[in-house]
Every structure is written in C-alpha cells, then in structure tokens.
C-alpha cells in the first residue's frame, strides 16, 4: 500500500542530488557576498549600498497593497476551483476525481516549494539564468521588506510580491497535468513537478522577469548597469508582461514531452472519450476569466493605468477569441459548440498575457481573434500532425496561443498601433523609437528559448521518472479510471 510513496521519497531524493549538483555547479554565478538580495523587479534590502533601508511602513501604499493581495486571490481561485473543474470535466467521468486531485497536491507542493527555494532561485539577484540564496526559507523578509514595482521609488511589501509570484508558478505546474490525464501515476506525476518546477520554471521565470527594478538608474551608464544584472531574456528585451514565455509556453512544452513519453491512452482513437460534463468546462473557463483579471492586470504590480489597461484588454481579448472560435467553428463544422466558446475563451485568456500591458483595446481585440482561429486550428490539425494524444488539448491552447500572443505582442506594443512602447528610465518617457521587427526577432528568442529550455528538462525528467518509479499505471487500473484505482474514491455514487 506505501510501495508509492516509497518510490515518490526515492524519486524526491533523486532530484534533490540533481539540484545539489546544480547548485555547486552555479555557484559562482551568485557566490559574491557583496551582491545586494534583490527580488524581481527590485527589492531594497541591500543596506550596504544604499543609504538607508527602505520600509514598507513608510513606503508602501495601501491601494497598492490592498490590490496585490486581491490579485493573488484571483490567481489562486484560477486553479482552486477553475482550472480543475475545467479539466475535471474535459475528462470522462471516472477520472474527474484525480485530476482534482492532481490540481490540489500540486498547487499545494508548488506552494511550500516555492517558499523553501523557488522564490529566492526565480527572483533574487544571482546569474543571468537563475537567482542567488538570499531568500532561501524566505529568510531575510519580514513586514517592512520591500519589492519595487515598475516606477520608480513605488514599492510594494516583498511578502505580497512572494504570495502573487507562488500562485503564478502553481497554476503553471498545473496546466502541465492535462497533457496526459487520465494515465499517468499519481506519485509520477508529482516527482515530475518538482525536477520540472526547479530546473524549468525557475529558471526562465528569472531569465524573462528578473531585473534589480528601476530605482537607480539615473543615465545611460547606470540603465546599463542595471540591465547587465538583470535575467538573460530580460537582458534581451523580451516583453512578457504575465507569462506567456515563462507560464503558457513553458508548460506546454512539458505536457506535449510528456504526451509523447507517456502514450496514449488506451483505446485512443478507437473509443469515444468525450467531456463528461461541460457544465463544469463552462463553469471552469468562466472562473479562468474572472480569475485572469488578477493574473494579467496585477502583473502590473500597482493600482494604476497600467493595471488598468491589462484590465480592459484581458476583458476585450477574450470576448475577441470566443467570437473567432466559435464562428470560425460554425463555418467548418456548422455548429458552434459550447466547448468551443469555453476553449476559445481560455485561448484568448493565453494570447492575451504576454501582450496585456503593452498593446492598446483594439490591438488586443486583434490578438484575441487571431487566437481564436489559430488555437482551434492548434487542437484539431496540428494535433493530427503531431500524432500525440495530449488529453486536454494544453499544447493545442496554451502552446499554440502562447506562441501566438508572444509574436504579436511585438507587434502591437507599437505605439502607432495603439500600444504603450517601451519605456525609457532615462527619460522617463516613452522611448521615441520602437521597431516592429526588430522586436519580433528579440520575442522570437524568448519562444525558441523557452521551448527549448522546457522540452530539453521535460524529457530528462520523464526518463527518469520512469526509470525509478515508473510512469504509467496499469492497463486494468487505467480501464477502471484513476478515480477508483489511485484515489479510492467515486465523484458520483450510483
């Protein structure tokens, strides 16, 4: 009866050898004591170089505050109870239960994980392709510790900034599972969550999102600087404004890995395995989109206008997709589905992410109908070109509409299209010169990367998983369903 969780300890210390090593080997990257703690976008704790600490109970505005624990709520309610009761019912009825189940345990390990380490490694000051130790067990932080925003002498408390980047990498993990529901070994499953979280999640999250913030740069000598300690992609000029690189783009290559290492389901293809109940994908995607208010509009990190433009184009892109999908699917199946609109929803949700800070209401009702028409092509032919029977459709949604929102987001950033441009520190203005395509090339790097970085640690992981502990279950316990075979439990008694 512990036989798993025996293996699930084997497997856990396998990635702890594997993060220890890691570690020794980076090292140097972040061994200079003199470096300051810094979490992304800034933290002032560093009381060596700056003339005085900066504390939150004198710093800190309260709207500010009182909006970013909101925010991280409405993140929070995206996969508890959204994102699983979207699944949930995506599946057929004897497995519901365990892909609630998955969503629970890995929101719940993600979350701890995150404090003992994934913090500090994702946003604190280190290399330029993962952060130091000085948040370890979140050690240093306390209620007057500061995390800096995107202006310039605005801070919010770090413990805030911490809680909203946790329910950011939960989620993340959690999208992964609906690759290869309905088949993979519950204790698999979370052994794959932690190798994945730490050597996938973490490191992109500080490569695209970490820099030491804008509080001194001063000139074009201190803004270089500044950038030159910042996260690689950042380095670059990638623009993700909430995670289409590090959220969308990333676990979807893991779920597509893992889609292909794990295998079809038994009788793919051959049986019919519909969603058991899209009332609940309907309820699941009409969570997502309340939810994703918080996610997009509260990566602004303030109660301000860039808030509130991610705000009206998280509400208009989404709108924008539904159409797309469901009257590009009318047009080809002669029906408009129900789930359709809920898919065209959480894709238009994805495409927007990247770009919800940056282009303008019109441009964003662009992206939204491009993804519309682009995931529902993602789910029905690409997936027949891919020949991989990814459960969920993550890759077809997330991946593809990541992708997609990613590219355009170097597009319609462009001020004479309506978007907000790149903000020069120096100036404190926007920077007059903005060019589309170089931009889309610099975006272009943050997608290879991603794809790259993430489908590379998704293999390893899955070949070793399934070395020690195995990564399917029985061919009788999967004809029973994982309801009953892993969890011991019916959803709906007979």
């Not at 794959?192 to 000598?221: E, N």
């Not at 170089?438 to 998983?465: D, E, M, P």
Request: aromatic fraction near 12%; include cysteine.
């Amino acid at each position: 009866m512990l036989t798993w969780i025996k293996r699930l300890v084997a497997g856990g210390a396998m990635a702890l050898a594997i993060g220890s090593t890691g570690l020794m080997v980076s090292a140097p990257a972040f061994a200079d004591d003199a470096k300051p703690a810094v979490s992304a976008p800034a933290a002032a704790t560093a009381a060596a170089e700056a003339p005085a600490a900066v504390l939150c109970s004198e710093k800190c505005n309260k709207a500010d505050t009182a909006w970013m624990m909101v925010c991280t709520a409405l993140v929070l309610l995206m996969t508890l109870p959204g994102l699983a009761l979207f699944y949930g019912g995506l599946t057929r009825s004897k497995n519901i239960l365990s892909i609630c189940m998955q969503c629970f345990m890995v929101f719940s390990m993600i979350t701890v994980l995150w404090s003992i380490y994934g913090y500090s490694f994702a946003f604190t000051e280190g290399g330029a392709f993962i952060g130091g130790l000085d948040r370890l067990f979140l050690g240093g932080m306390n209620p007057e510790s500061v995390a800096a925003t995107f202006s310039k002498g605005v801070v919010i408390p770090e413990y805030v900034f911490m809680a909203f980047q946790a329910v950011f990498a939960t989620i993340t993990c959690c999208l992964i599972i609906g690759s290869f529901a309905e088949r993979a070994k519950f204790s698999a499953i979370l052994a794959f969550m932690i190798i994945w979280f730490t050597f996938s999640y973490l490191p992109i999250a500080h490569m695209v999102w970490f820099w030491p913030g804008p509080d001194d740069i001063k000139d074009a000598a201190s803004l270089e600087a500044i950038t030159a300690r910042a996260g690689w992609l950042w380095q670059k000029g990638v623009l993700d404004f909430a995670g289409g690189t590090v959220v969308h783009i990333n676990a979807a290559m893991a779920g597509l890995v893992g889609s292909f290492v794990i295998g079809k389901r038994l009788g793919y293809g051959k049986e019919a395995m519909k969603p058991h109940n899209l009332v609940y994908v309907m309820a699941g995607a009409a969570l997502l989109w309340f939810g994703w208010f918080g996610f997009n509009a509260g990566s602004a990190l303030e109660a301000n206008g860039s808030a509130a433009l991610a705000f009206v184009n998280t509400y208009l892109a989404t709108a924008a997709a539904v159409l797309g999908w469901s009257v590009a699917e009318w047009i080809l199946k002669g029906k408009p589905s129900m789930l359709g609109a809920a898919s065209g929803c959480v894709a238009g949700l994805v495409a927007i992410t990247p770009a919800a800070g940056f282009a303008g209401p019109m441009g964003s009702i662009i992206i939204g109908l491009i993804a519309g028409v682009v995931c529902l092509w993602g789910v029905t032919g690409l997936k027949k070109l891919l020949g991989s029977d990814d459960s969920l459709d993550v890759f077809g949604v997330h991946g593809v509409g990541g992708i997609t929102g990613a590219l355009l987001t170097g597009v319609f950033a462009d001020p004479a299209l309506g978007g907000s441009g790149i903000w020069d520190y120096v100036a404190n203005a926007v920077a007059p010169d903005y060019s589309i395509a170089s931009q889309l090339w610099i975006q272009a790097q943050g997608v290879i990367t991603t794809v790259i970085w993430s489908g590379v640690v998704s293999f390893i992981a899955f070949k070793l998983i399934d070395m020690v502990i195995g990564l399917r279950v029985k061919e009788d316990e999967e004809r029973e369903g994982l309801d009953i075979s892993s969890h011991g439990e019916t959803a709906y008694e007979s």
